[in-house]
Structures are given as structure tokens and as C-alpha cells.
């Protein structure tokens, strides 16, 4: 396999410094709605580019996460109270934003009965009232395994339900100590029995092996996922789980290449990727093959 030493940051990886008519334009909407965004939580290498495009991934129930995952620049820490008015505040900025589809994420709430599904289903009720033309992307968590509270979610009907594996089974008890492998898998599974388009998410250069990537791009596809997307680590702090290795461009091509013939609808490959990346082209794509058979 080939590889580029971690020391080295090749140059692929070069990031463009936020700004720009869009980009401010968008960031006055957040700001004046009290709202937040993974991509400025997580510190997302693609915030130039989405956000000049004006889009971006709401981030609902605070910005705080009550789970300490060594890949994630979000906040952890004890959660402020859920905030009512916040799925309307959201409905009020996506239409500001003059979206064709969004796509909403969150903070993980394990302290909440319903790990705030209900929150969730508000939002994307309150978004579909606003702007029913929109087409709605859901990344949500796990919900610690409840299937009530995936079921609340899935009751208010995203177009897409996205749930990330983010890393290989092996590097779950250093990565995702407090997630599951298969429990990850079962949502995806749940979605996809009741006819829900789904996707998932992982970062390559933790420490896993190609061979065990291609093995969970097969778990995904067994368990009914639709869209892939795979994109290169980047450590966000000092103190967060270091970068094992850049993944070349081939690599990338070879896993875009190997999950398209395995059977994913959509698959996005490269450096910078990310779960949300290019989420309206996904969509537009998937829409046109169905039509076109």
C-alpha cells in the first residue's frame, strides 16, 4: 500500500482561508439566528468552499457533546438545556439561505430520555413547513441504540438518513469509546428496511489497514447503505488522536472505484471530503438515475 509519511502534509491538503461575499453573508445568517454550524464546531477543511457556495451543515441541540470521541474538535463537556425555539430559528435561517437542500446534524445528548430526537423531528417538520421544495439530510447519532427515538426521527421523514461509522471496528475502543460498530450499522439497517435513502461516513489515515477499510465498505452495503463517502484525518489539536498517514489520490480513486462496483449508489472519495460534501449533488445524482430508469 502506498503511503505519504505523516510528517509531510502533502500538498493536496492545502486549505483555502475562509472568506468572501457568500461566506460572510452566510455566517451574519448563523450568527443573527443564534445558530451553530459542525462545519465551524469540527473545523471542517471544506468551510471556504461550501460556504461560498452558501451551504453548510446546521448543527442542532447546542455545540456542546456529551461523548469524548479522540478524532472530534467538538466541545465536550455537561450540555446546556435544549432550546425549543431552535427548530424554527433554523426553518427561519435555511429559508434566509435559500437552500435546495439542507442537511442538519447534532451534537451527541445521552443525558436526554430521547437523546433529543424530538428536537430533531421538530426541526425537520418546522423546515418542511417553511420550505417544502427543500429536501432535508439528516447525520444523526446513535441515539445509544434506541430504535423509539430513531423511529421519532424517521416519523418526520428526511430525504436522506445519514448515521457515520467514522473508523474501522478495531479502532472503535480508542476513536469511539463510547459507540458501537454494529449498533452504527443497525440504524443504517432500520433506515434502509422502511425505504429510506441512507448514507455513512469514514476517515482514513487513523491507523486502519486497506484491507479493513474495503471490508467495512462491505459491512455499510450489507447493512443497506446507499451513499459512501471516505475522506483523509486531519488531527484537529495536539491533543486529539494523531495522523497516522496521508492516503494517496489513488487510494482514494481505487475506493470510490471499488465501492461504485460493489453497489453504493454514490460514493465520494478524496482528501477532503467530508460526510456533507457535495450533499446537494449526491442528491440531484441519485434523483436522476431513478428517473432515468
Request: with cysteine; proline share 5%; net charge neutral.
Amino acid at each position: 500500500m502506498s503511503t505519504v509519511r505523516s510528517s509531510s502534509k502533502p500538498n493536496w491538503l492545502k486549505i483555502k482561508i475562509p472568506g468572501g461575499k457568500n461566506y460572510r453573508q452566510l455566517k451574519s445568517i448563523v450568527n443573527e439566528y443564534h445558530l451553530h454550524t459542525v462545519c465551524q464546531s469540527a473545523r471542517c477543511p471544506n468551510m471556504e468552499d461550501c460556504w461560498s457556495r452558501q451551504t453548510a451543515t446546521i448543527m442542532i441541540l447546542g455545540d456542546i457533546c456529551t461523548r469524548s470521541c479522540s478524532f472530534c474538535a467538538i466541545k465536550t463537556g455537561r450540555p446546556r438545556p435544549t432550546d425549543k425555539e431552535e427548530p424554527q430559528r433554523v426553518a427561519k435561517a435555511v429559508k434566509l439561505m435559500n437552500l435546495n437542500h439542507v442537511v442538519i446534524t447534532s451534537v451527541d445528548r445521552d443525558e436526554l430520555t430521547d437523546g433529543g430526537a424530538s428536537i430533531w423531528a421538530d426541526t425537520i417538520n418546522a423546515i418542511r413547513q417553511s420550505i417544502p421544495l427543500c429536501t432535508i439530510e439528516t447525520l444523526i447519532p446513535d441515539f445509544q441504540g434506541s430504535q423509539q427515538a430513531l423511529q421519532t426521527v424517521l416519523n418526520a421523514a428526511p430525504d436522506i438518513l445519514a448515521h457515520n461509522l467514522e473508523t474501522i471496528p478495531r479502532l472503535y475502543r480508542q476513536i469511539r469509546p463510547q459507540a458501537d460498530y454494529i449498533q452504527s450499522l443497525q440504524v443504517l439497517q432500520r433506515a434502509h428496511k422502511q425505504g429510506f435513502r441512507t448514507k455513512t461516513g469514514i476517515m482514513a489515515g487513523l491507523g486502519e489497514t486497506n484491507e479493513e477499510i474495503l471490508q467495512l465498505m462491505d459491512d455499510a452495503l450489507a447493512y443497506g447503505a446507499d451513499i459512501f463517502t471516505i475522506g483523509q484525518y486531519l488531527q484537529p489539536t495536539s491533543t486529539h488522536w494523531p495522523v497516522h498517514r496521508y492516503v494517496t489520490l489513488a487510494e482514494f480513486e481505487n475506493y470510490r472505484a471499488y465501492g461504485l462496483k460493489k453497489g453504493f449508489l454514490t460514493v465520494e472519495s478524496g482528501p477532503l471530503v467530508r460526510s456533507s460534501y457535495h450533499a446537494e449533488e449526491q442528491v440531484l445524482s441519485i434523483s436522476s438515475e431513478s428517473a432515468a430508469q
